[in-house]
Each structure stands twice: as structure tokens, then as C-alpha cells.
């Protein structure tokens, strides 16, 4: 069988249960996405799809990436920008810069390239059900930043450590926890503000 038609046959089984996805489903989801960005032409159309679809199956990702290292510089500069003021519009930033409307985006799209029900990616109720289960296996895995790398991201590295901040801290990690039944960020921080521990609800975005 191919990705396709495991793909289906999956749709098949979730539709013979009323339309019920079980937690377990979101695995299967992604490493069948991954199989199709994998035999894509171009996958650098899909680094988020292919960054969710690592750090899933992983306990940690500690060795660095484009797409973690800007997540962690985006994070640093939304820290920075509302440092002690606005701390909704900072959930609200961090939860755009984790990515996961991207990611709904990217599957809708190479979905839709496959010839594939895109039903998942384009109804929110659907969608919300898809992030819940993500962000449950996502739960205590953290990104954890690549502060003595000295390979080819040498230099992003030191310009993340160097952005202009209002205080000498750096984000050690970042990880989705689970807090009431609700999908929350937490980064911790390095520096003048060690052990420092920021949190914030997760947001689903509604499209």
C-alpha cells in the first residue's frame, strides 16, 4: 500500500466510528504526513510538517535547526517586546510562534496536493481536536536551546544571543505542558534570570 492509501483506509476507519479521532490518531497522522513531504520535490514547503513531525517522536530536540532556532529568536523578541506590560498579547505571540495554525495550513496544503479529504485541516471543531491530541503528545518534550553548538548554526546562535533585550537573559528551553485539561507553553530562562520559568495557554487560533 502507499501513504495514499493508508491515508484513506485511515479516513475510512475514523468515519466508521462516527468521525471519532482517538488521540493515538494524531501519531499515525504525522508520520504519514512525513512520508508525503518526504517524497516531495520540494520539502523546504513543508518545515513545519516536518519539524512537528520530529519533535512528536522525540523526548527532546536539542540539536539545532532553521525552524527551532527562529522559534527560539522569535520568542526572544516577543519576550523583549512586551517585557512587563502586556502578558496576553505575549501568550498570543508565543502561541502564533509555536506554529501550529502553520502547521494546520501546510497539512491542508499537502493534503489537498495528495487528492486527500482535507476535512481535518479546514473545520476549526475538527482542527481543535487534531491540536488537543498534538499537543498531549508534545506534553514534557522539550526544544531545549543549542547554546554550545559549534557547527554551521554558529553564527545564528550568537546573534540570537545577542539581540538587544532589556534585561541579560536567554531561553534555555521550551516545552507544552499540560495544565487543567489545556494545553500551556512554558519556556525557562538562562542568564541574570536563571531558573526562571515563564507559562501561558497554548491558543488554538480560530480561522
Same mark, same amino acid.
Given at each position: 500500500?502507499? &501513504?495514499?492509501?493508508?491515508? /484513506?483506509? !485511515?479516513? =475510512?476507519?475514523?468515519?466508521?466510528?462516527? +468521525?471519532? #479521532?482517538? *488521540?493515538?490518531?494524531?501519531?499515525?497522522?504525522?508520520?504519514?504526513?512525513?512520508?508525503?513531504?518526504?517524497?516531495?520535490?520540494?520539502?523546504?514547503?513543508?518545515?513545519?510538517?516536518?519539524?512537528?513531525?520530529?519533535?512528536?517522536?522525540?523526548?527532546?530536540?536539542?540539536?539545532?535547526?532553521?525552524?527551532?532556532?527562529?522559534?527560539?529568536?522569535?520568542? &526572544?523578541?516577543?519576550?523583549? /517586546?512586551? !517585557?512587563? =506590560?502586556?502578558?496576553?498579547?505575549?501568550? +498570543?505571540? #508565543?502561541? *502564533?510562534?509555536?506554529?501550529?495554525?502553520?502547521?494546520?495550513?501546510?497539512?491542508?496544503?499537502?493534503?489537498?496536493?495528495?487528492?486527500?479529504?482535507?476535512?481535518?485541516?479546514?473545520?476549526?471543531?475538527?482542527?481543535?481536536?487534531?491540536?488537543?491530541?498534538?499537543?498531549?503528545?508534545?506534553?514534557?518534550?522539550?526544544?531545549?536551546?543549542?547554546?554550545?553548538?559549534?557547527?554551521?548554526? /554558529?553564527?545564528?546562535?550568537?546573534?540570537?544571543?545577542?539581540?538587544?533585550?532589556?534585561?541579560?537573559?536567554?531561553?534555555?528551553?521550551?516545552?507544552?505542558?499540560?495544565?487543567?485539561?489545556?494545553?500551556?507553553?512554558?519556556?525557562?530562562?538562562?542568564?541574570?534570570?536563571?531558573?526562571?520559568?515563564?507559562?501561558?495557554?497554548?491558543?488554538?487560533?480560530?480561522?
Amino acid at each position: 500500500m502507499t &501513504t495514499k492509501d493508508h491515508i /484513506k483506509e !485511515w479516513f =475510512s476507519r475514523v468515519s466508521e466510528r462516527g +468521525g471519532y #479521532i482517538e *488521540k493515538q490518531d494524531i501519531i499515525f497522522l504525522m508520520v504519514q504526513a512525513r512520508h508525503l513531504i518526504e517524497n516531495h520535490p520540494d520539502i523546504s514547503k513543508y518545515k513545519t510538517i516536518e519539524f512537528y513531525s520530529d519533535w512528536i517522536v522525540h523526548t527532546k530536540l536539542d540539536r539545532p535547526s532553521d525552524m527551532r532556532l527562529a522559534i527560539f529568536r522569535d520568542i &526572544t523578541n516577543a519576550l523583549s /517586546k512586551y !517585557w512587563k =506590560s502586556d502578558a496576553r498579547a505575549l501568550h +498570543g505571540e #508565543i502561541s *502564533k510562534i509555536i506554529g501550529l495554525n502553520s502547521l494546520r495550513k501546510e497539512l491542508a496544503s499537502l493534503f489537498q496536493e495528495n487528492d486527500l479529504n482535507m476535512e481535518l485541516f479546514s473545520n476549526h471543531e475538527n482542527w481543535k481536536t487534531i491540536a488537543g491530541a498534538l499537543t498531549y503528545f508534545l506534553q514534557n518534550k522539550p526544544l531545549v536551546f543549542p547554546l554550545e553548538n559549534k557547527g554551521k548554526f /554558529k553564527t545564528s546562535i550568537k546573534a540570537i544571543m545577542t539581540l538587544e533585550k532589556p534585561a541579560d537573559f536567554w531561553i534555555k528551553n521550551l516545552s507544552i505542558i499540560g495544565i487543567n485539561d489545556r494545553p500551556h507553553w512554558c519556556f525557562e530562562l538562562g542568564g541574570e534570570k536563571n531558573t526562571t520559568k515563564i507559562v501561558g495557554e497554548l491558543f488554538i487560533e480560530k480561522f
